[in-house]
């Protein structure tokens, strides 16, 4: 490729990249669809103007078409207004002749392709355009995160298997770059939605459904969304609503999540059964029973009468009473047993009890043989689960005392949970014996949905790194890109973890490629050297340490209610190589440096980073930071020629630490434009990520 | 055979239901003896008993919270049935409005509020009001409900009467041992010495409160440890309780909802009369004496003790009550059903002034009080056919009461508007009735009297009814049954008329705006009477 079209598309790349890094979804509406169906679904989000395709796991998912959604209309005036209005109702009408124009207010006119074609757009674009026209959007509820509206025609394949699925957006034009992922749902019954927006002064009539089916709505500011169904009485049926499933975490949300509720009425309007969660699931689930032979109405909205594009939701109903799934073990190398076999006797740990709390107040006893010297884990697994039970577990020595006593066991806001309630201990017994375990529920709740796993072990200290985002983008060329990764640790592993990184074509781990030991969260860079191949990348990250070789998953940050963060895992990690404008690749360590920094207290570590310069950039200068500095380290910059020395320094009374870290390049230079005039570039990278250490 | 059978049938059913009705209709004769026997002890007549409209707009306003339609009202005075204001009472308790009205008054007593200084937050909020809503339209027993309010542990937004605990503003033992008390005993922890309050607190020294990572979230529950409790109620019970293998609350609870407990039903009691009278036969209506034991001296010479400030005006109606209530399983709408049908409920209000004092104590007249803040927000709402907009800035995305809510359903009691505190809406701070201000005041006359919003709304009133084209006297009589229940009296008939008049034939048509807002500013529209 000629230096002048390879520039062309380093421009354009970079002006796409800088728009493609806020790109993200916000909401599917609706989330989900019938196999064997053609779909329309209004996707929301932000920075969605680059958006092409979709990634959709699993397969069977095809996009069709792709189109912007109408927005808000602001007229340019009056009689646009009018006019625009006039146009509506002829459409809605069946007429699909235009209204006269008023020639002489044509320059005040505000163009939008919509409005020049009412007539041919579909009925969900229609109404996305009366909403635009009729609506004031509140702008006490706008949301940048779902400012913008793409319809896509998604054809679904006949075969296409049911469940869950991540639905992706990723965007072309010399990029790719993918979104965050969201949860897309293919059903086998058919599926309803709500009826679309209606021309004022019409409202939206409730839709009637039969059972079994979805149904599929948004609940907007203060809605309450009703839906009609027969039932013959006697006949049972149950309601499944995912709401928060959809979107668990709404970081301008409080709460953080939507939180709906369902209600059925009689045709008298009385209110027949209610629900608001499903134990500690917003989600909630409705049983009913109907009395008579009648015409219901089921409704829907926000417990807190809340309400945004976002609170989208999807209904499973079925017939017959609602069945939970009972909790599966862990997947671990332990031999199970459930606890009618295990009462009464003398466990020898390994041994993984399956068991309930099948009362409000009562309790679980089992008693197991310990070894003096050799520590016991105790863990539970409920909640994680999906099991109600707030889980509280008491060890007794072989005395009958009390030894060791654990409510809530705190952990990583990896997944959905929001409640870290189950127990876990580990102990190191005095004296070999017969020690006791207690299960109790906290709450003092119980019931035949109170499962639990309780593990009584050896230690196995292990882990679970992610990677964060789950998409990331590597920029080509350029320097180094820097991710976080989260660490789970299990059983008091503190150890290092190496990362490995394969079948990942050019893209390679960039600077030191372990997270040390103790840490909970930590850094990783990636780079990646020129290529005209641009697909995405679906490579293997893995987590090593002595003889654990645990795949890295990815997952994605999520705010909840402006202050907490959790991570969603994702079903893969896909990596994106993207062009963008830096100098990255021009500033580099010596070729024999291993990336660390030990440092003493009160001493300091030299490294020098050389610079190759551009025959074309004048006045170079490079300034080096380093970000979340660890405390009491410093960075000092010494230019000596084309060589920048870079001094670590630590304090004398800087705490012990070490930590992974990449220090950030500005970099400016002047260069003469084509139009002969001398102007002013920044680029800021970082090089390759460093350890740390102080002593 | 058949026939047989059928008689069979009817015996069986008179034996079962027939039984009940004659319970209650013996309760409510001994309930109206008492008071007879308490009238005439005092050398009081009570005032006759009220008209249909006026018995109808009173059971209107005290048990669904709403303004009477001209229609229902009409329909009402024009029934012939017998019995049918006992009808009325049972059809209005089993309604949704009265659920809707006794959930607004479980909040004021329970301190149902999202924000300081309760901070229950608003998905507690909204899950708490339904708890109340929900045990009023299954009349559920009281009892039962005092039981899950002291034991229940879990989330507060999941679990409802978890929140019992965490709607308090101090969550120390003593906060939580002065806000039950003052709930489910109308009992004031202050009237104990010291010593007897520690030991009164020592029941709730092992609730705990836990986070969770979902935003406001809290889990409460009891926390064992390993400690022996020396434990004391107000009347004077005490308790040694193993922690870790009781739960105090559960003995609190125990003792607390006994038959034999002076305190439990005789509090419920009270404010079961207060919200249907305005006034508690023991006042103030949160606050009352312990019950006192005849002692030994008093009992050999026969000699009464003297009453406390805060007694019962007539204790044998105050035990007559507390023990049909715990006859009946504790039902609130039974003892409800039984206050309202009293006649004590449906006498006048209408007296000489210097008896006024006097009969209101002894409930020969009906307390008149102003209504209350919701009340008067949804009578007007009603009347103008526009309803105020409800609108919480505390969640995200903001929350917006659908159209037509009225302002008694609302769960919270950080929502509000001008209107509502300008009646003196209860903030819900403390739990105390006297939180809850129904003194009229300048603010609120002038409200009435000046808001331009407020005329403005009124005046389009009449213009629906002119479309029906009425006379001058049916305009009257609908003008006046629409905001006062009542047609009008020949003098104020006389009047209107006359003014009319008066009046230029361009400004004839002033007269209903006018007549509509001069009834709404009288103290019979804001009244309870």
Redesign the interface.
């Known amino acids: 490729m000629n230096n002048f079209r390879k520039k062309s598309m380093i421009f354009l790349a970079s002006v796409s990249a800088a728009v493609l890094s806020g790109t993200t979804i916000g909401y599917i509406y609706p989330a989900g669809g019938q196999a064997g169906k053609t779909i329309q679904v209004i996707v929301g989000g932000q920075a969605l103007w680059p958006i092409r395709d979709i990634v959709v796991s699993g397969g069977g998912v095809k996009l069709l078409k792709l189109q912007n959604a109408p927005g808000t209309f602001y007229p340019g005036c009056w009689e646009q207004n009018q006019w625009v209005r006039e146009y509506m109702r002829q459409v809605y009408s069946g007429k699909l002749n235009q209204p006269r124009r008023i020639n002489k207010q044509f320059g005040v006119w505000r163009y939008s392709r919509f409005h020049e074609e009412l007539d041919h757009l579909d009925p969900l674009m229609l109404s996305l355009a009366c909403k635009g026209i009729f609506e004031r959007p509140n702008s006490l509820q706008a949301s940048p995160a779902i400012g913008q509206k793409l319809v896509l025609t998604l054809q679904i394949a006949p075969d296409a298997k049911p469940g869950a699925r991540e639905f992706r957006l990723i965007g072309s034009s010399g990029n790719l770059r993918s979104t965050n992922p969201m949860r897309f749902y293919i059903g086998k019954v058919p599926e309803f939605r709500e009826q679309n927006y209606q021309m004022p002064p019409l409202k939206r009539l409730p839709v009637t459904f039969t059972v079994p089916s979805v149904i599929n709505g948004q609940i907007e500011p203060g809605e309450v969304d009703h839906f009609k169904f027969k039932l013959k009485k006697g006949e049972t049926v149950n309601f499944q609503l995912k709401g928060r499933d959809l979107n668990p975490f709404i970081g301008d949300g409080v709460p953080g999540n939507f939180q709906p509720v369902l209600e059925i009425r009689d045709e008298k309007g009385r209110s027949l059964a209610f629900a608001d969660d499903n134990y500690f699931d917003p989600d909630p689930v409705l049983e009913f029973t109907a009395p008579a032979d009648a015409l219901y109405t089921l409704e829907i909205r926000d417990a807190l009468y809340r309400g945004r594009e976002d609170f989208v939701y999807r209904i499973d109903a079925a017939r017959g009473k609602y069945k939970r799934s009972a909790i599966t073990a862990p997947a671990m190398d332990i031999p199970e047993i459930c606890e009618h076999a295990a009462a009464g006797k003398k466990l020898r740990p390994p041994v993984m009890i399956s068991g309930t709390i099948p009362a409000p107040g009562a309790e679980k006893i089992f008693t197991f043989q310990a070894v003096k010297g050799k520590k016991i884990v105790a863990e539970i697994f409920a909640r994680r689960l999906g099991s109600p039970l707030d889980s509280i577990l008491k060890i007794y020595d072989p005395d009958g005392r009390e030894i060791a006593v654990n409510d809530d066991f705190e952990r990583p806001n990896v997944g959905y949970n929001m409640q870290h309630v189950d127990s876990f201990i580990c102990f190191t017994p005095a004296k070999d014996g017969v020690y006791t375990v207690k299960v109790a529920d906290t709450a003092e709740t119980g019931g035949r949905d109170h499962q639990f796993f309780l593990r009584i072990d050896r230690p196995r200290p292990g882990f679970q790194v992610y990677l964060v985002p789950s998409a990331p983008w590597i920029s080509l060329d350029t320097g180094t890109d820097v991710f976080k990764v989260v660490m789970e640790k299990f059983d008091g592993f503190d150890r290092e973890i190496s990362l490995e990184l394969k079948k990942a074509e050019n893209i390679t781990i960039s600077g030191i490629s372990s997270i040390p030991g103790g840490a909970s969260e930590s850094i990783i860079g990636f780079s990646s050297y020129w290529t005209r191949k641009l697909k995405p990348v679906y490579p293997e990250l893995w987590a090593v340490s002595g003889k654990l070789r645990i795949p890295v998953k990815g997952a994605d940050a999520a705010m909840q209610a402006f202050a907490y963060t959790h991570y969603v895992p994702a079903e893969r990690i896909m990596m994106f190589r993207i062009w963008i404008h830096g100098n990255g690749d021009r500033f580099k360590f010596p070729p024999k440096f291993n990336f660390r920094v030990p440092l003493k207290r009160g001493g300091s570590f030299k490294v020098n980073v050389n610079y190759a310069p551009f025959k074309s950039h004048f006045k170079p200068a490079a300034e080096f930071t380093l970000p979340e500095a660890p405390e009491g380290v410093t960075l000092k910059t010494v230019k000596k020629g084309n060589t920048y020395q870079l001094i670590f320094t630590a304090a004398k009374n800087a705490p012990a630490v070490t930590a992974n870290k990449a220090v950030r390049v500005k970099y400016t230079f002047d260069y003469k434009h084509r139009d002969g005039s001398i102007r002013k570039s920044v680029s800021n990278f970082h090089m390759p990520v460093l350890r740390i250490s102080v002593r | 055979m058949v026939k047989s059978l059928s008689v069979i049938f009817a015996v069986l059913t008179i034996a079962v239901v027939l039984p009940a009705a004659e319970a209650e209709k013996e309760a409510l004769l001994k309930l109206d003896a008492i008071l007879e026997k308490c009238w005439k002890k005092h050398g009081i007549t009570p005032a006759p008993v009220v008209g249909d409209a006026e018995f109808f707009r009173r059971l209107s306003f005290r048990v669904r919270g709403k303004l009477p339609q001209v229609s229902e009202l009409k329909k009402f005075i024009a029934d012939k049935t017998p019995g049918k204001r006992s009808l009325l009472i049972k059809k209005y308790l089993d309604s949704?409005d009265f659920a809707l009205l006794m959930a607004m008054r479980y909040a004021d007593m329970f301190r149902i509020k999202s924000e300081f200084p309760i901070n229950l937050w608003?998905?507690a909020v909204?899950?708490y009001h339904?708890y109340f809503y929900?045990l009023t339209i299954e009349d559920r027993s009281w009892r039962q409900t005092a039981r899950e309010l002291l034991t229940s542990?879990?989330?507060n937004?999941?679990?409802p009467p978890?929140n019992f605990f965490r709607a308090n503003a101090d969550r120390t033992p003593k906060g939580l041992a002065a806000g039950t008390a003052l709930a489910l005993m109308n009992f004031r922890t202050t009237a104990l010495s010291d010593a007897d309050r520690k030991k009164f607190e020592a029941f709730f020294s092992r609730i705990r409160f836990?986070s969770?990572?979902?935003?406001?979230?809290e889990?409460?529950?009891?926390d064992p440890g390993?400690a022996i409790l020396k434990c004391r109620t107000p009347d004077g019970a005490e308790f040694t309780i193993d922690t870790s293998g009781t739960?105090p609350r559960r003995v609190f609870a125990d003792w607390l909802t006994d038959d034999e407990n002076p305190f439990f039903a005789r509090a419920y009691v009270n404010r079961a009369w207060y919200w249907m009278f305005g006034a508690g036969i023991a006042n103030p209506a949160d606050d009352m004496a312990m019950p006192r034991k005849q002692g030994l001296w008093s009992r050999i010479f026969g000699r009464e003790t003297a009453p406390a400030a805060n007694a019962p005006v007539d204790e044998e109606l105050m035990t007559f009550l507390s023990d049909y209530f715990r006859a009946n399983g504790y039902s609130t709408k039974k003892l409800y059903s039984l206050i309202l049908n009293s006649r004590a409920w449906q006498v006048g209000w209408r007296c000489k002034k210097e008896e006024l004092a006097r009969k209101e104590k002894y409930f020969a007249v009906y307390p008149v009080r102003r209504l209350e803040s919701e009340i008067i927000s949804d009578a007007l709402s009603s009347l103008t056919n526009s309803y105020e907009r409800y609108v919480?800035v505390?969640?995200?995305?903001?929350?917006?009461?659908?159209?037509n809510t009225p302002a008694v359903s609302l769960a919270d009691g950080s929502m509000s508007t001008g209107t509502l505190d300008k009646f003196g809406r209860s903030p819900r701070d403390s739990g105390k009735f006297e939180e809850r201000n129904n003194n009229s005041t300048g603010a609120q006359r002038l409200h009435l009297m000046n808001s331009g919003v407020l005329y403005k709304q009124i005046s389009r009133m009449p213009g629906r009814i002119l479309r029906g084209r009425l006379n001058m006297d049916q305009m009257m009589d609908l003008a006046y049954l629409t905001v006062l229940s009542r047609y009008p009296e020949p003098e104020e008939r006389k009047a209107i008329t006359a003014y009319h008049k008066k009046l230029s034939r361009r400004e004839k048509w002033k007269i209903w705006p006018d007549l509509f807002w001069a009834l709404v500013n009288t103290a019979e529209f804001s009244y309870h009477h």
């Open positions: 949704g608003p998905n909204q899950c339904r929900t542990s879990g989330s937004f999941r679990v978890a836990k969770t990572k979902e935003w406001k979230e889990i409460v529950y009891n390993q739960d919480s505390i969640p995200e995305p903001f929350t917006y009461i659908p159209r």
